[in-house]
């Protein structure tokens, strides 16, 4: 199916590496200009070479989401490379699992300023660029978990902060022609979860709960990311699509 999205600009947060990675390769095949941005310039570069390397466009640029001067000056050189951006993929996001009551200033504060307040930082800069284009989509990165999971009060709050971020600006961004909308995946297998020290028992109470009896996969996301970030997508806004193996508790 053709997305209708070939020349476009995306900008794809947290492109370095697991499903960040897949969503900029899954937008480039629909020939998509893609910049991969990341606070690790080095993946960033990686990610984009690889698309390269397939024939396809790429950037890297180096961005901290968290911090608004970053995200300025990121969107500005991904300006003066492609000249305009009609995509925005607001992926970029880490947990740091804890009990509540040990649980430090850090851990609740980072949560929260990359994955709620640096999807907010992102979309403050390009939501004006693409209401005065009359065309945009912007499709933000939320969790299973925004409906709550254990030692992560920071986490799901910051992915249920997003589900109403999501809502409140597709009504608001509605009448310029730019959508909004959000994905939840559940467990995904990807290189930072499989990492997590308790990656085993996190897996094993996911599957208890998941009437598909396998973890999703990065490029599985990627295609819905797509699919919602292209011209087919105009009249679905304000939506959040679960891709959790029917997994919600």
């Not at 990359?114 to 009359?134: H, I, S």
């Amino acid at each position: 199916m053709d997305l209708g999205i070939r020349n476009h600009v995306a900008i794809v947060t947290g492109g370095g590496n697991g499903i960040g990675a897949a969503c900029a390769l899954a937008l480039a095949q629909e020939g998509v200009r893609v910049a991969v941005a990341d606070r690790d310039l080095q993946a960033a570069q990686r990610v984009a070479a690889g698309i390269c390397s397939r024939g396809l466009a790429a950037q890297a640029v180096q961005m901290d989401v968290s911090q608004p001067a970053s995200v300025r000056e990121s969107i500005a050189a991904v300006l003066d490379h492609w000249g305009q951006v009609q995509i925005l993929v607001n992926n970029a996001g880490f947990s740091r699992d804890n009990a509540i009551e040990a649980m430090t200033d850090d851990e609740w504060s980072q949560v929260i300023a990359v994955n709620l307040t640096g999807q907010f930082n992102c979309a403050r800069v390009l939501a004006p660029l693409m209401a005065a284009q009359g065309y945009g989509r912007i499709v933000n990165m939320a969790s299973r978990a925004h409906l709550g999971d254990v030692n992560k009060a920071n986490y799901s709050a910051a992915k249920a902060g997003v589900i109403g971020m999501t809502k409140a600006l597709a009504i608001e961004l509605g009448p310029a022609g730019v959508t909004v909308n959000a994905v939840a995946p559940g467990v995904v297998q990807t290189d930072r979860l499989e990492n997590l020290p308790h990656f085993d028992a996190l897996r094993d109470r996911a599957m208890a709960a998941m009437p598909i009896k396998r973890l999703g996969r990065p490029e599985e996301v990627a295609q819905a990311v797509a699919f919602l970030a292209s011209s087919n997508a105009g009249f679905i806004t304000g939506e959040v699509i679960h891709i959790t193996g029917g997994r919600y508790g």
